[in-house]
């Protein structure tokens, strides 16, 4: 009996030991959480408090804002809760701000004006940044009205400061100050400049935000009402064999159809890289003509059209630049672009059209000769694409299949950032952190200056996740620089690759593309001036350009199985006949910059009369028309590009021209590569976009002679 006790006694120790281990292990996981939540949270000390907030900032995991975003706590209540207590917060902190300006208890300096406001509105911007990279990444219908509502509020926030007469004084006393840097001062006016729009300005643009969503929630929609389900295998010929695993997949998501890959059906989802390949390289010429019918029904169907949508935007836009005291909205965008006048506009597009139009005839006549070869008597839009990659394969004799081979996803992902990091001599690392990640494929690197510090951080999203993230390919920030806050910049990175392991020339291209974009949103400096609207496709477009150099691209490939690198004499084939059909392929750019000028210009004209008024005057005959259905772009406001889609020809045009600078001396290589990184990427002590360029180049305008060389258009 006693020995019973004994051991009972013994059990029951053991159990109290055990419930004790594991007591101490969650308090210790708890704290050791706690910790490091109140580590993220920035100081409250010295600001006033909503006294219902108090808990919300230090429990909101969307307010955590010295660490990256905890995405999988996060929800729409918990953006919308923080974005309320961070708007309570600023104005709480704005009026104790302007009571001290006024009876003269604050200094006027950089720290009490400048970094002081950017302290009390940093909440908000991380706030709403956050939702709308949510949004864009990860859609839903309540994220969609949640970012809707909060870009209205956006706006009312904006009204606080620009009605502040104490702010105003402030800054403008900042501004003459005599200790300041001229780039500081450029910085504060143009930051005066911002707060001059007027009450009725910020109620269009609450309007156009508004008719925003309207327009990408019909996008969307729309594209899911379009697809369509292919049941004959002999429709699917000449469909590379990955596909069809994928679109198998899609099928089967849909209710009470059972496929599979070899026998069907198959999904076409429309507008996504699927799509793009299907009628690239489909054999079946009725199929791509019904793909390519339905994607110029991309926002126009009977259910989810934005007709009406666009000619309530156009006419919202045209209002707000009339009472800005412009004719239209082309003239409205200029007062912030590098370009000073609509003859500008005029000139550099004419120039550009008069040189590619003989090209493209003669491009076109190649392809129709080559058509006939394929039994195709009269060339239709449709046929473009698959003729391009036919035309191509055959002067190659290499495929794009065999190509991609050579191009791992992530061995091409590795090769790049160690280029990028001997460019602008930067560390980039893979986090070894256990951040939060909203989807399972999305890596995460640091990148770190010379001294080891810290510049940001960058988020890499990069497969296509249908119904979740917008079209496209793009970068954006999470987060912006906050130094007085000692927060660093967080960029996402985001295409839509297809679920392959490797890489198109193509996607490669995309990949530097939008990793110039995000390495000028790292290295920055905070307190600079904006870039010209029209030329904030530079960096990206420079980066852009390394991908049609043969010995950096070869670099960068290592076969999937042999690990061999690819044949430089093919590659210099396939990346020296990327010219072939070059008009072909800028004059969907020239017709889209063409179309954005008239739909500006010509208010009075509707939609579609201006749509058949360019392509009957201009000879681009094949032009991709459903991207007149999908012009994001140039309606948007969150592109901002309405007005001046001339952008991406103009950015262009100057890349290429730095691009020539780099490389045209090779042993001033490392040299002009940092002084590129000072100019165009942290423009460090400038006071304009137009500095950047003459130093670098000797002249303000760049010349487009060079951009068609680079083509391969004979002037």
């Not at 000769?369 to 239709?380: G, H, P, V």
Request: glycine share 2%; with cysteine; net charge neutral.
């Amino acid at each position: 009996m006693v020995l019973q006790l004994q051991h009972k006694h013994k059990i029951c120790l053991i159990l109290i030991l055990i419930v004790i281990a594991i007591i101490s292990l969650l308090s210790y996981h708890f704290l050791t959480r706690r910790k490091n939540d109140l580590e993220c949270t920035f100081s409250l000390r010295g600001f006033a408090i909503p006294s219902d907030c108090t808990t919300e900032f230090l429990d909101n995991p969307v307010l955590r804002l010295r660490c990256p975003p905890a995405f999988q706590e996060i929800t729409p209540g918990h953006l919308l809760s923080g974005f309320n207590c961070a708007l309570e917060f600023y104005k709480m902190n704005f009026h104790s701000f302007e009571e001290e300006i006024q009876q003269k208890q604050r200094e006027i300096t950089w720290e009490n004006i400048i970094e002081y406001h950017e302290i009390i509105e940093a909440p908000l911007n991380v706030v709403y940044n956050l939702a709308m990279a949510l949004v864009t990444v990860q859609f839903s219908k309540v994220l969609q009205d949640l970012t809707t509502d909060l870009s209205q509020q956006q706006g009312n926030i904006e009204d606080i400061s620009r009605k502040s007469e104490q702010f105003i004084f402030a800054v403008k006393s900042l501004r003459n100050q005599t200790n300041l840097s001229n780039a500081k001062k450029a910085y504060l006016s143009s930051f005066l400049e911002k707060l001059k729009s007027n009450k009725n300005s910020k109620n269009l643009e609450k309007k156009l935000a508004k008719l925003g969503s309207t327009y990408s929630l019909n996008v969307r929609s729309s594209t899911k009402e379009l697809s369509f389900l292919i049941y004959n295998i002999s429709e699917m010929d000449g469909i590379p064999l990955n596909l069809f695993k994928e679109m198998s997949n899609n099928a089967r998501k849909m209710k009470n159809v059972s496929s599979t890959s070899t026998e069907g059906p198959w999904l076409l989802t429309i507008n996504d890289p699927v799509t793009a390949s299907v009628i690239t390289y489909s054999n079946n010429r009725e199929l791509r003509r019904k793909i390519y019918s339905k994607l110029n029904y991309i926002g126009y169907t009977k259910d989810f059209n934005n007709s009406e949508v666009i000619e309530e935007m156009r006419s919202i836009y045209n209002e707000l630049a009339n009472i800005n005291g412009y004719e239209n909205y082309v003239q409205y965008q200029l007062q912030d672009c590098m370009v000073q006048n609509i003859s500008m506009i005029n000139t550099f597009l004419e120039n550009l059209y008069k040189n590619i139009k003989a090209k493209y005839q003669l491009q076109m006549s190649v392809l129709n000769r080559y058509a006939k070869t394929l039994d195709i008597d009269s060339l239709s839009a449709s046929d473009i694409s698959y003729l391009k990659i036919k035309y191509r394969m055959q002067q190659n004799k290499f495929s794009p299949t065999k190509f991609r081979q050579y191009f791992p996803r992530q061995h091409v992902l590795n090769e790049m950032l160690k280029f990028v990091e001997a460019l602008f001599k930067v560390t980039i690392k893979e986090s070894k952190s256990l951040y939060q990640v909203y989807t399972s494929t999305l890596k995460i690197y640091e990148v770190y200056d010379a001294d080891n510090a810290l510049l940001g951080m960058i988020y890499f999203d990069l497969e296509e996740r249908k119904g979740l993230k917008l079209p496209g390919a793009y970068s954006f920030s999470i987060k912006g620089r906050f130094p007085s806050l000692n927060i660093t910049p967080i960029a996402i990175i985001a295409t839509n690759f297809d679920h392959e392991d490797t890489l198109s020339h193509h996607y490669i291209s995309i990949l530097f593309h939008e990793m110039g974009h995000a390495m000028q949103k790292i290295l920055k400096s905070k307190y600079t001036f904006d870039s010209f609207k029209d030329t904030k496709e530079v960096p990206s477009k420079f980066m852009e350009h390394f991908c049609n150099n043969i010995d950096i691209i070869r670099n960068m490939s290592s076969h999937i199985v042999t690990g061999e690198k690819i044949s430089k004499s093919i590659l210099g084939r396939i990346i020296n006949t990327s010219n072939d059909f070059s008009a072909l392929e800028l004059s969907g750019l020239l017709s889209l910059a063409i179309l954005d000028q008239a739909v500006y210009r010509n208010v009075n004209d509707s939609w579609e009369d201006i749509t058949f008024y360019v392509i009957k005057k201009y000879y681009f005959r094949f032009i991709q028309t459903h991207q007149f259905c999908d012009l994001m772009q140039i309606f948007l406001p969150d592109y901002d590009y309405g007005g001046i889609m001339y952008t991406y020809l103009w950015s262009e045009a100057i890349a290429i021209e730095i691009h020539n600078y780099l490389l045209s001396n090779s042993s001033a290589f490392a040299e002009r590569a940092l002084i590129i990184r000072e100019l165009l990427f942290e423009r460090k002590n400038l006071t304009s976009a137009a500095q950047v360029y003459e130093q670098l180049l000797g002249k303000r305008y760049p010349d487009e002679r060079y951009f068609l060389r680079y083509y391969g258009i004979e002037i």
